[in-house]
């Protein structure tokens, strides 16, 4: 109490900043600030009970509001009730009125949603618009159950079903807009050959049902193709042969994921170019083999029919070193000219060998290729698992490439290599035959025979 006393005269004193005189003026101070703190004790409590009243109010009024929405919600239960017995009577009483209607309108559904997205993909609504709109129509006014389709709109949905049917075996030209090169529509001539192929300038098209657009495939077939179209569209009366897809697209579709020989071979990676290298190399190699020794054959054939001795060929060398040595006894001028036919050998047998070699080792780097290709492929499969098959029969596919590259070069190298062989193996033949009949006729000649040539 004392403390409390001496904060309060601190207060006083610091808030009138006065000086106290006597004791009295300081009972009347407190006095004072004791009559103050109760008046505002009873505005405080007249304030509360104020509120209190606000709030009892307001709690009243909600507690009112509450029970007249139970009320309601009770009413509209009520309601709602005689109206779901009243609609299930309403059915009973449709369905018993429809009768065998019920399931043809069934059928009506099936066929209007069967045509709707068979027309949204035909390449005919490039040519009629926003024909499935009929058919989406009908299906949900047939769907919902509380409506049934006109007469007009099943008018609409039969002659529509008509005009696909008979457009199937039309072929007819229209204007339409066709997404160039450039990535501009252009306007110009389609002809659309039944529900089969667009074609327009000699270019197949391909029609995009999300977008309704025309647009050229990515790859066309080959150019007799886009030739007999273009043929075609050019000729205005008559007949005329074209090519036509009878799956609709499914083969063209096929034809732009199919690769081309230039993509096949970027497809065999640094294998594939070093196997076709070396079958370049070895295609050189084995021309010019085959060059030479044919070069080769026709003068030794000639000097064969000829008496003088021609240098420039190996027989007529041949003769040259039987000229130099024939007064040498049989033995040293049969080894004389084996020397000779054995320096012939070299320079005719010359990268044959090497061909041989390129026609053994393509196949087996096509099959390094091949291996290495499917470790990758196993390694691809191993992170992403097998959810989709395509991409495992691209990789296994792209494995592959280099072994057929290692065939296609051995196979035909081969076959070279045993020409070039064999030729080079006739003109030995005809040298060791020729130098043969030299050394018998000096041995006849040394024995006393006479040699007629």
């Excluded at 990676?269 to 010019?288: D, K, N, P, R, T």
């Excluded at 000097?303 to 040259?320: C, E, F, M, T």
């Excluded at 080894?335 to 393509?362: D, H, M, N, Q, Y």
Aim: proline letters at 3%.
């Amino acid at each position: 109490m004392v403390r409390l006393l001496t904060a309060l005269i601190a207060i006083s004193f610091c808030q009138q900043s006065l000086a106290i005189e006597t004791v009295g003026d300081l009972l009347k101070m407190i006095e004072q600030g004791r009559i103050e703190e109760s008046r505002e004790h009873k505005a405080r409590e007249a304030k509360f009970l104020s509120n209190k009243r606000q709030q009892q109010k307001l709690l009243n009024e909600t507690v009112s509001q509450r029970k007249a929405a139970e009320r309601l919600s009770e009413k509209l239960e009520a309601h709602y009730d005689d109206n779901e017995q009243q609609i299930n009577k309403l059915k009973v009483r449709l369905d018993d009125r429809m009768g065998s209607l019920k399931e043809l309108f069934g059928h009506l559904q099936t066929t209007a949603g069967t045509y709707s997205g068979q027309l949204h993909h035909s390449i005919t609504s490039s040519q009629y618009k926003n024909r499935e709109d009929i058919f989406d129509n009908v299906a949900k006014k047939v769907a919902q159950s509380d409506t049934l389709p006109s007469i007009n709109e099943l008018e609409s949905l039969w002659y529509e079903i008509q005009r696909e049917i008979i457009a199937s075996g039309q072929i007819e030209r229209f204007n339409a807009k066709v997404i160039g090169s450039s990535g501009q529509p252009q306007q110009q001539e389609v002809i659309r050959l039944g529900t089969f192929n667009l074609i327009s300038q000699g270019v197949y098209l391909q029609f995009v049902p999300e977008t309704g657009k025309l647009l050229p495939y990515a790859k066309q077939p080959p150019s007799h193709y886009a030739k007999s179209a273009l043929n075609f569209q050019d000729k205005a009366q008559g007949f005329s042969g074209i090519g036509v897809d009878p799956t609709r697209g499914a083969i063209l579709n096929a034809l732009v994921d199919t690769p081309s020989l230039i993509e096949r071979i970027e497809q065999g990676g640094l294998i594939g170019y070093f196997i076709l290298a070396l079958g370049c190399v070895a295609f050189i190699l084995s021309i010019e083999r085959m060059v030479r020794l044919l070069v080769t054959a026709r003068k030794i054939n000639k000097q064969a029919q000829s008496k003088k001795i021609d240098l420039r060929n190996p027989l007529g060398r041949i003769y040259k070193v039987y000229e130099d040595n024939r007064h040498l006894d049989v033995e040293a001028l049969e080894l004389k000219l084996g020397e000779a036919i054995l320096k012939e050998k070299l320079p005719l047998e010359r990268f044959i060998s090497s061909i041989k070699i390129v026609a053994v080792v393509a196949p087996l780097l096509g099959l390094l290729g091949t291996v290495t290709g499917m470790i990758n492929t196993f390694q691809a499969i191993t992170l992403f698992g097998t959810g989709d098959p395509k991409l495992m029969a691209g990789g296994i596919s792209q494995a592959l490439v280099t072994t057929v590259e290692g065939l296609a070069v051995a196979v035909p190298i081969i076959l070279i290599h045993a020409l070039v062989n064999s030729r080079y193996k006739h003109i030995i033949m005809v040298l060791e035959e020729q130098s043969t009949g030299l050394v018998a006729a000096i041995a006849e000649k040394d024995r006393g025979h006479v040699v007629s040539s």
